[in-house]
C-alpha cells in the first residue's frame, strides 16, 4: 500500500467514524465536537488531493469559526428536555430512520450515477503542481471572470442575511435593544 | 517527506526539535515575564532559586508534576482531559511551517556502507504553497481548547470565561485575517518563503514608472503596510488572550475564566499553549512585516553571507550551514525582541472593559483593515500605470 492510499483510507475512516458521531451522540455538545472534527478530516483529505488553498478555508471559515459559534451557542443551553424528546421514543426513532435511510439511499444514488461522470473525469490528465500555488490562483481567476455573477450573488445574500439578522436582533430585545 | 529513509528520518527529528524549541522557550519566557513585570513594577521577583531565579521554573514544574489529580465532580472527564493536550496542537503545527532560514544542502555521505543523498533540508518543519492560510487555519482552532476546557470542567466560571475568550478570538480573527491582505497583494504570494524573499536587500520599489531606492532602509513590508502591521499586532494580542485583551482571565469577576478547575501540569499545557501563540503571531509578523530572517541591514544579504563563507575557505555545505546559522541568529533575535514587546506591553497596559474590546474589534480595527486593503488595492493599480 503506497502512503497516498494509506492516508487516504486513514483519513476517511476517521471522517467516518465522527461523522457516525455526530448522528450518534445523544448529547449535542459531542455532536458539534465530531462535526468539528469531521471538517478537520475533510480539510485534511484536500490537502492529500493538493488542494491546500481549500484545505485552509475549510479550516478557517468551518473549523474556526462557524463550528465556534455552533458549540458556544449549545454550550449556552440547557437541553435536558430535548435531549430526552429527542433520543427516547417510538415517533422519534421512526423519523430518525427514516431520515437516515432517506440519506442512506441519496448517498449510494449519488455515487452510483456519478460513476460514469467519474470515469470520463479521471481520462482527463490532471495538471496540478505540487505545492498548490497554481491551483489557487486559477481558483481566484475563475471566482472572478466565469462565475463573477454567482459569486457577486452569494456575496449579496450574505450580506441580506447579515443585516436581517441585526434588525431582527434589535427588534425582539436583547442588549442593543432601540 | 522525503525521497528515502534518511531523509524522512531528518525531516522527522526537524518536526520534534521544532516543537521542543516551542516547549523549551516557554520556562525562559515564564522566567523573562516574572523578572521582567518585576522591575517594571519596582520589585525584585524570583531571584532566590539558582542564578538570576533561573532555576525558579524548574523549582516550579517539579511542584507542578507532584500535584494532585483529580478531575471536577460535575465536569466531563474526556474533554477536560483534551483540553490542555489540545492546547498545544494549533501552536506546534502552524509554527512548524514557518521558514527560520534559508535551507541547508547536505553533500553526499557514507553511512552503514551506503552512500546517501545530496539533500537540501529546509529549516523549518514543512514546506506549503499557501503556508499563509494554511496557518491562520490551524490557529483558527485553537478555540476548541479553550471550549472544551471551559465545559467540560462543569463550573460557571470557566464557562463564561470560555465563552469570552472564544466570542473574541472570532471576532479579532476577521481583523487578522483581512489585516494581512495588503501583503500578499503586494506579494502577489500565499508562500512565507517568496514573501520573505521580497524583502530582502534596500527599500526599493517602483511607483507610475519612476524606480525610489531608499539606501539605508530594509524592503520590509512594515513600511509598505504601517496600518496593516499595527492591525496585525494588535490581533495577535487578542488573539493569544493576553493583556490588555485578557477578558477571558478576568481574575477580578472569572476568578481565572476556562482554567479556574485546572491545576498542577494540566494548567501548565494551557500556559505553553498561550506562550505557543505569542511564538507563532511573532514569527508570522517578522515573516509577513519584518523582513523574515533578513538582517536590518540592507548590505547583509545572503548573499554576502554566503561571499564571505566561501573566502573564509568552507566548501558548499559549509556555507549553506554557515549562512543559516546567522540567518537564524537574526530571526531569533527578532523574535525575542517582539516577545519582550508582548510581555512589555502586559504590564504596561491596562484592561479593557468588554464592551470597549469589542468595539475595537468590530467598529474600528475592521473597518481599518478593510480600508486598507482597497487602498492597497488601488495603488497597486495606479503604481502600475
Redesign the interface.
Given at each position: 500500500m503506497t502512503t497516498d492510499a494509506f492516508l487516504f483510507w486513514f483519513l476517511a475512516l476517521v471522517t467516518f467514524i465522527s461523522a457516525l458521531g455526530v448522528v450518534v451522540f445523544a448529547n449535542p455538545i459531542f455532536s458539534a465536537l465530531s462535526l468539528v472534527m469531521t471538517m478537520v478530516t475533510v480539510a485534511a483529505l484536500f490537502a492529500t488531493l493538493n488542494a491546500f488553498f481549500l484545505a485552509g478555508v475549510q479550516l478557517i471559515v468551518y473549523a474556526g469559526a462557524v463550528m465556534v459559534l455552533f458549540v458556544m451557542v449549545l454550550m449556552l443551553f440547557d437541553l435536558h428536555k430535548e435531549k430526552k424528546a429527542f433520543t427516547q421514543g417510538a415517533f422519534s426513532g421512526s423519523v430518525k430512520l427514516l431520515l437516515g435511510g432517506l440519506l442512506a439511499g441519496l448517498i449510494v444514488g449519488a455515487v452510483s450515477m456519478s460513476k460514469e461522470l467519474y470515469k470520463a473525469i479521471s481520462d482527463q490528465a490532471v495538471t496540478n503542481s505540487a505545492t498548490g500555488i497554481e491551483s489557487t490562483k486559477a481558483l481566484g481567476q475563475l471566482l472572478f471572470t466565469q462565475y463573477i455573477f454567482s459569486f457577486e450573488v452569494l456575496g449579496i445574500l450574505l450580506l441580506v442575511i447579515a443585516i436581517g439578522v441585526v434588525a431582527l436582533a434589535r427588534s425582539k430585545g436583547g442588549t442593543h435593544v432601540k | 517527506m522525503g525521497s528515502d529513509i534518511v531523509e524522512i528520518g531528518i525531516n522527522g527529528i526537524k518536526l520534534v526539535l521544532i516543537f521542543l524549541m516551542m516547549v523549551q522557550a516557554v520556562p525562559i519566557l515564564v522566567w523573562v515575564e516574572r523578572r521582567g513585570s518585576a522591575f517594571i513594577q519596582n520589585r525584585l521577583g524570583p531571584n532566590r532559586v539558582g542564578p538570576l531565579g533561573l532555576l525558579q521554573l524548574l523549582a516550579d514544574a517539579v511542584k507542578f508534576l507532584t500535584k494532585e489529580e483529580f478531575v471536577p465532580a460535575k465536569g466531563v472527564p474526556f474533554l477536560y482531559y483534551m483540553a490542555p493536550i489540545f492546547a498545544l496542537v494549533p501552536g506546534a503545527v502552524a509554527f512548524s511551517a514557518i521558514p527560520m532560514a534559508t535551507p541547508l544542502l547536505i553533500d553526499r555521505f557514507e553511512l552503514f556502507g551506503q552512500m546517501w543523498g545530496p539533500y537540501t533540508i529546509l529549516f523549518q518543519g514543512y514546506?506549503?504553497?499557501?503556508g499563509v492560510?494554511?496557518v491562520?487555519?490551524?490557529s483558527?482552532?485553537a478555540?476548541?481548547s479553550i471550549?472544551?476546557a471551559?465545559?467540560g470542567s462543569g463550573n460557571k466560571y470557566s464557562?463564561l470565561g470560555?465563552?469570552r475568550a472564544?466570542?473574541q478570538?472570532?471576532s479579532y480573527?476577521l481583523a487578522l485575517?483581512l489585516s494581512i491582505v495588503g501583503v500578499l497583494l503586494l506579494n502577489g504570494?500565499?508562500?512565507f518563503g517568496e514573501i520573505i524573499a521580497a524583502q530582502q536587500g534596500p527599500l526599493a520599489f517602483t511607483f507610475i514608472g519612476h524606480t525610489v531606492t531608499v539606501p539605508f532602509l530594509p524592503n520590509w513590508g512594515v513600511f509598505y503596510q504601517p496600518i496593516g502591521a499595527l492591525l496585525f499586532l494588535t490581533a495577535c494580542f487578542a488573539e493569544s488572550n493576553r493583556l490588555p485583551f485578557d477578558l477571558a482571565e478576568g481574575e477580578a469577576e472569572l476568578v481565572a475564566g476556562f482554567h479556574v478547575e485546572y491545576g498542577g501540569f494540566k494548567m501548565l499545557l494551557f500556559f505553553i499553549g498561550e506562550y505557543g501563540h505569542m511564538i507563532v503571531g511573532s514569527s508570522m509578523f517578522i515573516a509577513l512585516f519584518l523582513g523574515g530572517y533578513h538582517f536590518p541591514f540592507p548590505g547583509i544579504t545572503p548573499e554576502v553571507l554566503r561571499y564571505y563563507a566561501t573566502e573564509l575557505g568552507y566548501g558548499p555545505q559549509g556555507v549553506s550551514i554557515f549562512t543559516a546559522l546567522i540567518l537564524f541568529l537574526s530571526f531569533f533575535v527578532k523574535l525575542a525582541l517582539l516577545l519582550w514587546f508582548f510581555i512589555w506591553v502586559r504590564w504596561t497596559l491596562p484592561r479593557f472593559r468588554y464592551d470597549q474590546l469589542m468595539d475595537l474589534g468590530w467598529k474600528t480595527m475592521l473597518p481599518w483593515a478593510l480600508a486598507n486593503t482597497i487602498i492597497t488595492a488601488i495603488v497597486i493599480q495606479i503604481s502600475k500605470i
Open positions: - | 514546506e506549503i504553497g499557501v492560510v494554511f491562520l487555519g490551524i483558527s482552532l478555540t476548541y471550549l472544551m471551559g465545559w464557562l470560555a465563552l472564544s466570542a478570538i472570532i480573527e485575517g504570494s500565499f508562500n
